[in-house]
């Protein structure tokens, strides 16, 4: 089963409706729109694309040129437990790179948690710095981070606990 | 009744936090969640206390476990005593954290009974020129790496008139901005991240007092999107300062009206980049402005701004506040105040050290970070982020202040100091400052584009020992190229770490 991230399909006049909005509150709002439309559907389509050059009354090579700059935004849907480790100095120093290749091997080996998880797309800095290997789990944030660690992160989460765990008060 | 308090730092999270609360909670006990005390490796720390305002004992690296069996007393060996005592906590010179782990964080009385307030009310029973002058003998500097002079930079803002947004028609509503800088993407730092988190008023306070100083009517914080916890901590703070008159139309009451707008980052590093940053609050891609003019004179959609760093703008309500001569009193030469120095990497004692500037490098590693987190022997320190140099053990007892890490080729940046041991290959360090360089660059200027790719490529030739002098001689060359020649300090220091890499640990690139 390959599984997917839970994000519902792209529909235009319910984009529409709240991109207005989005232009309306405000000013500069290219960059505020291609989050919105992230965060809502998981990635920017061309459809989306054209639909926020139209609102903000940009070409849309304006829109594909801020959509391309920035690491964050991504014209692909996201893999659905989506697993990011540190790549910076801080990490380094305490066997970030060694972690990294470990967990790229973890995932060669099982074909499931590479599809699962993406693989890694490094990430530079999670402001987790005197406590690493930093790594991030479908947003939730991971100090001291092994490989074992994450895999049992990612299982939980797969079972479904994965918003109860170590709930919030 | 007793009290806990539990952290809801990301930090303390990452290591179990939340479920600790739960579990207390579960048991019924009340429970506070603070920020973090800043000693990292102790988390999750567990204080308690007889009631909200009592003295807190507490508990280091607390599990559910030590919860639910009911373990959290004297006799646990990772019983701490009170909390305050600690030597980790009592010798330093909390000023802009004075309150980060102590109160909760959305609590607007408790952040009054702990000094909150306090310097935005006596800001504004003074003129806006005194409140300007205030900060100019405090001398404070600016802390997100230029260390340039807070109060000189309002003046600037203070002394232009107020604009119409960018394309909008000369009749349209006139602004000023205030920008903070929230982009804190270097590695090794988490200062700015503790201190919205843990006590995200302070932060909005000095914002006002700002904004009030150079009549600014909008405030915008520029965050990293990698910090979704300061986010939220955020927003509720600016809805309840809404609700209790700290921002708005009126703010306390009064004719000056100021408000707090929040935007995130999407992923880029030069974003933190104060041109870049504005590119970015615009909607635009992420690339540096050349100046002049001055984000001072024309800024944000084009119209006067002030941009400081998170921990600047969190260090003027305590000036307001304790007065700037008790602030200038703190520190060595040209570095007035205080610093929050935040120890990362390979070190045992990992956390936040706010002290006064002229604090050394060695003793923010030994004393407090207790040396390497894995008991070999220290190699290097990068001080200041992926921008800065690497210091050698020898170089340790330079005095962590703007004048003296200059003298020896480095920078203070925005106070992070990170630790690597003696495993550490440095050239593969200098190799990753370019690598880093090239995938983050913004690609306006050509020294900074093509200068790392080329920094990579002719490291690679020197670790595999082709003609060695020649390419030793070229590296060189090209951080001249990218420092002198740089737009801005993305490619114009990122020749300090490799650099500092290659003249103090020359034999790992021959090896």
Known sequence: MISRSAFPQWNESEARARLTRVVREHDGPVLVCLQDVQNTYGCVSTAAVELIAELCNVSRADVTGVLTFYADLRTT??????????????????????????????????????????????????GNCALGPAALVSGELMGRATVMSIKERVSEIRDGNGTTAGGDS | ?????????????????????????????????????????????????????????????????????????????????????????????????????????????????????????????????????????????????????????????????????????????????????????????????????????????????????????RGMIYLRSEYPDAMDALNAAIEVARAEGWLGESVLGSEFSFDVEIRLGAGSYVCGEETAMLESLEGRRGMVRAKPPLPAIKGLFGVPTVINNVLTIASVPGILARGAEAYAALGCERSRGTQVFQLAGNIAQGGIVEMAFGVSARELVEDFGGGTLSGRPLKAVQVGGPLGAYLPPSQLDVPMAYEALAEVGAMLGHGGVVVFDDSADMAEQARFAMEFCAEESCGKCTPCRIGAVRGVEVIDRLREGKDTETQTLLLRDLCDVMKQGSLCAMGGLTPNPVLSALDHFAEDFSR
Request: hydrophobic share 40%; glycine share 10%.
């Open chain 1, 77 to 126: 849907p996201p893999p659905a437990i989506p697993v990011r480790l540190c790549a910076a100095e801080a990490c380094q120093a305490v066997g970030g790179r060694t972690l990294a290749e470990a967990w790229r091997q973890a995932c060669e080996d099982d074909d499931l948690l590479a599809v699962d998880t993406g693989v890694d797309e490094p990430i530079f800095c999670l």
């Open chain 2, 1 to 217: 009744m007793t009290v806990w308090f539990v952290p809801k730092d990301a930090a303390a999270r990452s290591m179990g936090a939340d479920g600790v609360a739960s579990a207390l909670l579960a048991r019924g006990e009340e429970v506070v969640r603070t920020g973090s005390r800043g000693m990292l490796w102790l988390e999750p720390l567990v204080e308690c206390a007889s009631d909200r305002n009592g003295s807190r004992v507490g508990w280091s690296n607390v599990t559910v476990a030590d919860v639910n069996e009911d373990r959290l007393d004297t006799d646990h060996p990772a019983y701490l005593g009170e909390v305050d005592l600690l030597t980790y906590l009592s010798r330093q010179q909390r000023w802009i954290y004075e309150r980060v782990g102590i109160i909760d964080p959305l609590d607007p009385q408790d952040y009054q009974r702990h000094g909150g307030l306090a310097g935005l009310k006596a800001a504004m029973t003074m003129a806006p020129a005194d409140v300007l002058d205030a900060v100019k003998t405090s001398g404070l500097r600016g802390r997100g790496g230029a260390g340039f002079p807070a109060g000189i930079k309002w003046q600037t803002v203070a002394d232009q008139e107020p604009q119409p947004l960018r394309g909008q028609p000369l009749r349209a509503t006139r602004h000023k901005f205030i920008c903070v800088n929230a982009d804190e993407g270097d590695s090794g730092t988490f200062a700015d991240r503790m201190l919205m988190e843990g006590d995200p008023f302070c932060l909005l306070e000095g914002m006002a007092i700002a904004a009030y100083a150079v009549g600014a009517d």
